[in-house]
């Protein structure tokens, strides 16, 4: 696990010391799939695919803090610290800097935050929907009731983050393909093993009056194997996806992911759960954010990261 400079409590922790935090709408995010309509029905469009209104647009990602929420969702993985179910609780808040890169998250600047310190982001990107990086290869520090631990990240460790600004408008019908446009490298929790790729293809099934339906294909490769999970009719056949768009217009789910070669983690025959979390985010549904992580059997380690995937013109 990652070095720190002072001792913790391992309550709350994975056997192997890393969480996962998870935050966003003000209700906790359930642990299976979300429903709901996701968005009134709106007129037609040229393109066929039509717009809902959902109320007024959430403000765009700018440099300084916003806090999250419905607004601002925020989903991490791979925290190091016991505190990490309350770092990224909605009522907090988020911190970029000049880049969009995360710089903080927490009720900061001294009650509980956790920063970026040292850190590198890697694999980094942003823009006003969207911004998704990993901490990496330096020392964080999470401040809480004026006491400061410092936690050391080597170069095969990671703090996945993903924050978007949910769709106040989504098309009301047809399908439409996205293509994966920035993701972090995928780490084993403990970090003994280096990062490695990920890649995806996702597809959104919309309809009048329903939730959208998430179809994906996604493969991790990390030290010597690989990790293939998909959606049911993953994204060639998203409108039989059981991993659906709720409240803002996010969705919670998992998959299985099949084991090809001699990963770090052994799934077995019958693959490992991954939980798979996101949400749709920019005007009409441009971006689509995905932040997942392969459990290994018995609660052990864990392979996490995050992509985040651009709309294509819609199919009939």
């Not at 998203?238 to 992911?257: I, K, M, N």
Request: glycine share 18%; with cysteine; aromatic share 6%.
């Amino acid at each position: 696990m990652p070095g720190t400079d002072a001792i913790a409590s391992n309550a709350g922790r994975n056997p192997d010391g890393i969480l996962l935090a998870v935050a966003g709408n003000a209700d906790e995010v359930s642990q299976g799939p979300t429903s709901g309509t996701g968005g009134s029905t709106g007129g037609s469009d040229a393109e066929g695919g039509g717009s809902g209104t959902g109320g007024d647009a959430p403000a765009p990602l700018t440099p300084g803090s916003a806090v999250i929420g419905s607004n601002r969702p925020v989903l991490m993985r791979q925290i190091p610290f016991p505190e990490a179910a309350q770092v990224a609780k909605a009522g907090n808040t988020v911190g970029f800097d000049a880049s969009l890169s995360l710089a903080s998250v927490g009720a900061c600047p001294d009650l509980l935050c956790m920063s970026r310190g040292t850190a590198q982001v890697r694999e980094g990107g942003g823009d006003a929907y969207t911004s998704w990086g990993r901490w990496t290869s330096g020392r964080i520090a999470l401040s809480a009731a004026g006491a400061t631990t410092h936690l050391t990240l080597s170069a095969n460790h990671g703090v996945h983050y993903l924050v978007g600004v949910p769709s106040s408008t989504v098309p009301t019908h047809g399908t439409f393909a996205y293509e994966l446009i920035g993701s972090t490298r995928p780490t084993l929790s403990t970090g003994v093993v280096s990062p490695g790729t990920f890649t995806a293809t996702a597809a959104v099934a919309f309809g009048p009056g329903q939730p959208a339906r998430v179809g994906l294909d996604g493969v991790v490769s990390i030290g010597s194997g690989s990790y293939a999970f998909s959606t049911k009719g993953g994204a060639a056949k998203p409108a039989l996806s059981a991993l659906v768009t709720g409240a803002d217009h996010a969705f919670a789910g998992s998959a299985q992911a099949l084991q090809s070669g001699k990963g770090p983690l052994a799934c077995g025959a019958g693959g490992c759960p991954v939980d798979l979390r996101g949400g749709l985010f920019g005007p009409d549904a441009a971006r689509l954010g995905l932040s997942y992580e392969i459990q290994g059997p018995a609660v052990g380690s864990t392979i996490s990261g995050t992509g985040v995937f651009a709309q294509k013109p819609a199919t009939p």
